[in-house]
């Protein structure tokens, strides 16, 4: 008698160690999260909010047809500006909307740097 519940006392034991390797298993596998790739929906959606009250009296953002100047739509997907052929990147439009030209103002004194590149987040969308 004594001798069986030594060996079930030793069973539970093997039984808790299997449980503990499971458990560190399951914690260490598995995809990571937080690599972002995609663009944040909340920024893209207080961008598209900036576009329509500082972008969009000049630009379309659902038509590549001019107004006062280009549309945007299909700029990201085209790679490069077509003012000056630079590569639509996030810093070429950084400097681009701070700055603008001799025909778009300049924002660098009307937007908050956060708000330029939530408005970049939404442009890259178009
Ligand atoms: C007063 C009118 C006006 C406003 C407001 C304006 N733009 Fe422009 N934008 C222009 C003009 C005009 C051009 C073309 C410049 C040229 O041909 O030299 C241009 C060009 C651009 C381009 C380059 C497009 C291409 O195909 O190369 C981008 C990107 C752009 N604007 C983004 C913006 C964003 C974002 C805003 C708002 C923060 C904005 N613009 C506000 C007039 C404006």
């Known amino acids: 008698m004594k001798r069986s519940f030594a060996l079930l006392g030793m069973a539970a034991l093997a039984c808790a ?10 914690k260490s596998s598995g995809p990571k999260k937080g690599a972002a790739t995609k663009a ?5 959606a ?3 909010e900036i576009f ?3 972008c969009g009296i000049c630009h379309f953002d659902t038509s590549d047809a001019k107004k006062i100047g280009p549309g945007l739509k299909g700029l990201n997907k085209r790679g490069t500006f077509s003012v000056n ?16 030209d001799n025909l778009m103002p300049p924002f660098k004194d009307v ?12 442009v890259k969308t178009l």
């Open 40 to 44: 944040d929906p909340a920024a893209v």
């Open 111 to 122: 937007l908050e740097d956060a708000q330029i590149k939530d408005v970049i987040a939404y």
């Open 46 to 48: 207080h961008g598209k």
């Open 52 to 54: 329509s009250q500082k």
């Open 85 to 100: 052929n630079n590569k639509v990147t996030d810093e070429n439009l950084k400097a681009w909307i701070e700055h603008g």
């Open 17 to 26: 160690g299997a449980l503990y390797a499971q458990n560190g298993q399951t």
